[in-house]
């Protein structure tokens, strides 16, 4: 008998994480074990020295349709605890993601709802096929939101329309999605992996040290006093100047020539 499909695959090539949730029959919806493939496979990844970009995608019909609500409804009396259980992994590999040195490249199709839309939201870009459906849904299942939604959708399209977002679950389309600044790109979804390994090609060929510090100041700037911010891009420009790679980009450019970044 063959072994099980995993749940979650990691593969690792050309300086690319590729992070694919692997539950195809159940919409890739999350559950325990899946929970902790993904938090498992994001250390992997994070940890990797030769890794530039990380990209989150799916198997199948869907990018992610939630959570694993039949293991919420079996938990019965114990859903709290069942609950805890799901979450704490899933919450691990995210703030593990935010922390990363690599770009998150999230690659969306089908259903994007849920845990799943809260996935693609906390990626620093993100690609949609055309025929993504997003839907936050946790008040369609009595419940609020996790995975960082109720942090970074506000961040992305303002308190209001995060409200509207999450309390009346409508369902958005990809084109309105790119409209609202939700995902960065639309692209047919045909075309979905070759486009999205172009961005993650074009990442992974930049100076390692540059992503990192732009992504770790975008994300901390959003918390910082102009002053502070100010001396962390001081300290991080003047970090990064001593660099191989920052002489590598200045003689490429005198030159006239693609740079080609070691780290």
């Not at 839907?135 to 995975?147: H, M, R, T």
């Amino acid at each position: 008998m063959a072994p099980p499909e995993p749940v979650v695959v990691l593969t690792v090539a050309d300086r690319i994480a590729e992070i694919r949730f692997n539950r195809p029959k159940a919409l890739n919806a999350v559950n325990v074990e899946s929970a902790i493939a993904f938090r498992d496979s994001v250390a992997t990844a994070c940890a990797d020295l030769s890794v530039r970009v990380i990209v989150l995608a799916g198997n199948g019909r869907a990018f992610m349709a939630g959570g694993d609500l039949g293991y919420l409804r079996d938990a019965g009396e114990q859903a709290p605890a069942a609950a805890e259980q799901l979450i704490e992994p899933i919450h691990a590999a995210v703030a593990q993601l935010a922390a990363a040195g690599q770009p998150v490249l999230a690659s969306v199709h089908g259903p994007v709802a849920g845990a799943g839309m809260s996935l693609a939201l906390c990626a620093d870009l993100a690609i949609a096929a055309d025929d993504a459906v997003f839907n936050l849904a946790y008040v369609k299942i009595g419940n609020s939101p996790d995975c960082s939604a109720t942090w970074t959708l506000p961040r992305l399209v303002g308190l209001r329309k995060a409200l509207e977002i999450a309390l009346l679950a409508d369902n958005i389309g990809a084109a309105e999605a790119l409209r609202l600044g939700l995902v960065n790109r639309v692209v047919p979804a045909a075309q979905l992996i070759e486009r999205t390994r172009e961005v993650a090609l074009r990442l992974a060929a930049s100076s390692p040290a540059a992503l990192k510090s732009t992504k770790w100041l975008m994300r901390h700037g959003l918390l910082s006093t102009l002053p502070q911010q100010l001396a962390a891009e001081a300290a991080a420009f003047t970090s990064n100047a001593g660099s191989a790679d920052f002489r590598e980009a200045l003689d490429a450019f005198f030159a006239k020539r693609p740079p080609v970044f070691r780290g």
